[in-house]
């Protein structure tokens, strides 16, 4: 979706995909931005924490009229149905967030 977003032209890649990684585990309870993660990505939870909110808002707010294609493909269970996934809160992700 962000390829599709100007606003997120400017952000490295690696931060971008770092981002969506963190969201999507704090998305899936699956626990927080390890010693590991931060060792391997270069970046530290704080360091990601505005590009998280910017990229749930994203997926919140996102035009249901445009791109239906890409839509469809991704609700399809052999992508995992992601595209079916409900964003999170945006004070419970601000709650998630802060105690990582």
């Known amino acids: 979706m962000t390829l599709q977003e100007y606003d997120y032209a400017r952000e ?6 770092a981002s969506c990684l963190l969201l999507a585990l704090t ?11 931060e060792y391997y ?18 997926l919140t707010y996102q035009p249901r009229d445009k791109l239906n294609a890409v839509r469809s493909k991704y609700s ?5 149905e992601v595209a079916k996934v409900t964003p999170m809160d945006m004070l419970k992700l601000e709650e998630t967030l802060t105690s990582c």
């Open 76 to 80: 399809h269970r052999v992508f995992f």
């Open 41 to 58: 990505s270069g970046y530290s939870a704080q360091d990601l924490h505005p590009l998280v909110k910017r990229l749930n808002f994203l």
């Open 27 to 37: 998305m899936k309870n699956l626990g927080g931005w390890t010693p590991t993660l």
């Open 12 to 17: 490295s890649p690696s931060k971008l995909a």
